[in-house]
């Protein structure tokens, strides 16, 4: 993670675990990321294909013009880079691990920004893992970019994360990276809900 406030939610998220289990969402006190609030974000997982978007902080919308709730976070990917970002969203809440990307938005105007994002699976009262709390941190002077909407994104890295985030899985990114399926993501059994 490049930017301190994305460390911080990781580390605050990190620090709501209960033993092994993702942390409850219930528990989750925004005062503790208040200064990462603008471009946090709450997902809700519908299914594989629909991450709703319960939440999203004020400066994430006022650059791209528009409010995101209820709005499907994979609709922001197009292509391969949406494919590889439904496996990493899917694969955070399958496994309870952080989640994380860099990626560059670019300006109707074809200006370029980079920014990274964090995934933190969260369960509800019975166990669910259905929501995903996360970050969206430019990674330069967001100031730069004002008055210029966010139009196309294109993935440049994406990794799981342990929960001491000093190890990742590269390969991960390789792989998803490629459009191609990685072998632990086989679709068995669809459903609405992920225990």
Not at 58 to 82: I, P, Q
Not at 105 to 114: I, S
Request: charged fraction near 25%.
């Amino acid at each position: 993670m490049k930017h301190p406030k994305t460390r911080h939610l990781f580390d605050y998220w990190r620090s709501q675990w209960d033993g092994d289990r993702a942390p409850l969402r219930q528990k989750i006190d925004p005062q503790h990321f208040r200064a990462c609030l603008g471009y946090t974000f709450i997902l809700q997982r519908i299914d594989a294909d629909h991450h709703i978007f319960r939440l999203a902080g004020t400066g994430l919308c006022a650059h791209y013009g528009r409010e995101f709730r209820d709005h499907n976070f994979l609709t922001l990917w197009a292509g391969k880079d949406r494919r590889a970002m439904k496996a990493l969203v899917e694969q955070a809440v399958l496994s309870s691990q952080a989640a994380y990307a860099t990626f560059s938005a670019e300006t109707v105007d074809r200006q370029l920004c980079p920014f990274e994002t964090v995934l933190l699976p969260l369960r509800n009262a019975e166990g669910r893992r259905d929501r995903v709390l996360g970050v969206w941190q430019c990674l330069v002077d967001i100031r730069d970019f004002r008055g210029h909407r966010f139009v196309n994104h294109t993935l440049k890295s994406v990794f799981m994360l342990t929960n001491d985030a000093l190890s990742v899985k590269p390969v991960v990114a390789d792989s998803l990276l490629s459009g191609k399926a990685p072998p632990y993501l086989k679709l068995v059994h669809s459903s609405s809900e992920v225990a």
